[in-house]
């Protein structure tokens, strides 16, 4: 069965924070390569760990993930 | 902390080690290594039929110690590199691995299991029809035996390995290369622009 996309926001968040992909991998308790699949939408993470990277980022989840792309920054929607 | 989990803490940290990086950079490298290591699983499976053809004899013992010392040869660079690429994917315990790379050894585990039904599909048919001729009173050598049964033994050992070392994609950048990178690009554009102006 072919999975499903998951779309996210890790990059841009942890841009935004100033969070190195070791720091977030740390945190999170996986490796930092994890964190770079996750990324590039190479992984989809358990609802788990979906969690916890909403959590560690103090945003709902749904700010994070997304069944469909996220409009690009400056966008009308 | 037990034993065992100090063991298991040494080999966790020695896979995050940069091994033989040289040999695993590319996709295309990766595979090249994963047909290696089955190259050298192979040789087990030839000594193992050299000792049917001509054991027992001196020339079965010398042809067999040099096949088991190119096995070697091969085996362990390409192993160390493969484990070194895969971080330990399919060596370390599951206590040791965060979720995908668990999801990602149950996949090459699968994937491993369905080659290894092939695997001893394809012997049990080969030896039936070698068997085929002579009959009740066939007779395999013990040599061929033991070195069958050891090189089924390590092709079952090696495969989620090998499988895992083939799936592999291209890992994400280190940040630190990221910023390598970010500074590279800032000085390219910085050049053209310059260029431009």
Sequence with gaps: ????????????????????????????????????YLERGEYSPS??????????????????????????????? | MSLRERLDGHIAR????????????TRRRRRLLVVAGAASVLLLWADAAVSWAIAPSDTAVRVNLVLLVVM?????????????????????PESRLDERQAAERFRAHTYANRVMRLVLGALAVF????????????????AAVFLGVFALLWTHFLLPLLVAGWRLPDPPPDDDQ????????????????????
Excluded: C
């Excluded at chain 1, 490796?31 to 770079?36: E, P, S």
């Excluded at chain 1, 609802?47 to 690009?72: Q, T």
């Excluded at chain 2, 029809?129 to 009740?136: I, K, M, N, R």
């Design chain 2, 178 to 197: 990221d910023d390598d990178r970010d500074d590279d690009q800032d000085g390219e554009q910085s050049d053209g622009q310059a260029g431009a102006a």
């Design chain 1, 47 to 77: 609802l788990h760990l979906a969690l916890r990277i909403a959590e560690f980022f103090e945003v709902p989840v749904e700010v994070v993930f997304s069944l469909k792309p996220f409009p690009k920054l400056g966008s009308a929607s």
């Design chain 2, 127 to 142: 030896v039936v029809v070698a068997t085929w001729d002579e009959g009740e009173k066939s007779q395999i050598p013990g």
């Design chain 2, 14 to 25: 020695a896979m995050e080690e940069e091994h033989l990086v040289a040999l695993h950079r």
């Design chain 1, 1 to 36: 069965m072919a999975e499903e996309p998951v779309f996210n926001r890790i990059a841009v968040l942890r841009a935004d924070r100033g969070v190195s992909r070791r720091d977030l991998a740390a945190a999170l308790g996986v490796h930092y390569q994890t964190v770079g």
């Design chain 2, 72 to 92: 070697a040869a091969i085996y362990i660079p390409v192993v160390t590199a493969l484990n070194s690429a895969t971080r330990g994917l399919a060596s370390l």
